[in-house]
């Protein structure tokens, strides 16, 4: 049974860069047919999107954090990261991470809803 | 950026009797060519992650008690569930997949009366 784990500092500093890896347990994180996500949610914003990556390293980014945003994929450890730079207050948030179904056509993969969680993280930025 | 709203904020709702939640997106997510309302609906429980209900606005997930039913179209959906049952106080969410960014609505609060 497919599981996702979020692993990574609970704290980071200010104008730091927050750095979360998702580990993907009994199963291939290796398909076509999903894009494996980051979410996060605090109580001042619900719940927001922050991109996404394929197998073959594809991503998607929410506009809002794409200036700060990076997500990688490594099919050998079966994980994919998030990085996010010059962290604000703002940011503390539970990140999850995510599987979706995808579709793909003509070069462009269209994402659809999340199947399978992580269990969160809770990331709080503070010096 | 498809903005997703919710109302009510939150009900209160007997246990045995029906709960409904509407949702509704700044623009249509019905995909003309293939008809389908690319429209997700998650609940989540305290300390939980949101769990996947409902895709394509009205298919159930497998494993997924048929007291909860999507439906609706275009910008208007809806999410019922018939008879409450005391597991089912959650915050539940909707989900628009249409385009990205991908958005959520702002979440409504499902308790006991």
């Known amino acids: 049974q497919l599981q996702l784990q979020e692993s990574g500092p609970g704290l980071v500093k200010p104008s730091e860069t927050l750095s979360l890896i998702c580990t993907v347990s009994g199963g291939s994180l290796s398909s076509s047919s999903y894009y494996w996500g980051w979410i996060r949610q605090s109580p001042g914003k619900g719940l927001e999107w922050i991109g996404s990556?394929?197998?073959?390293?594809?991503?998607y980014y929410n506009s809002s954090l794409k200036s700060r945003l990076t997500i990688s994929v490594d099919t050998s450890k079966n994980q994919f990261s998030l990085k996010l730079d010059s962290v604000t207050a703002a940011d503390r948030s539970v990140y999850y991470c995510a599987r979706h179904p995808c579709y793909c056509g003509n070069g462009v993969c269209y994402l659809r809803y999340f199947d399978l969680w992580g269990r969160g993280t809770l990331v709080t930025v503070s010096s | 950026d498809v903005v997703m709203t919710q109302s009510p904020d939150s009900l209160a709702v007997s246990l045995g009797e029906r709960a409904t939640i509407n949702c509704k997106s700044s623009q249509s997510v019905l995909y003309s060519s293939n008809n389908k309302n690319y429209l997700a609906w998650y609940q989540q429980k305290p300390g939980q992650p949101p769990k996947l209900l409902v895709s394509?606005?009205?298919t159930r997930e497998s494993g997924v008690p048929d007291r909860f039913s999507g439906s609706g179209s275009g910008t208007d959906f809806t999410l019922t569930i018939t008879s409450l049952q005391a597991e089912d106080v959650a915050v539940y969410y909707c989900?628009?997949?249409?385009?990205?960014?991908?958005?959520f609505g702002p979440g409504t609060k499902v308790d006991i009366k």
């Open positions: 990556i394929s197998d073959s390293g594809s991503t």
């Open positions: 394509w606005a009205s």
């Open positions: 989900q628009q997949y249409f385009t990205t960014p991908i958005t």
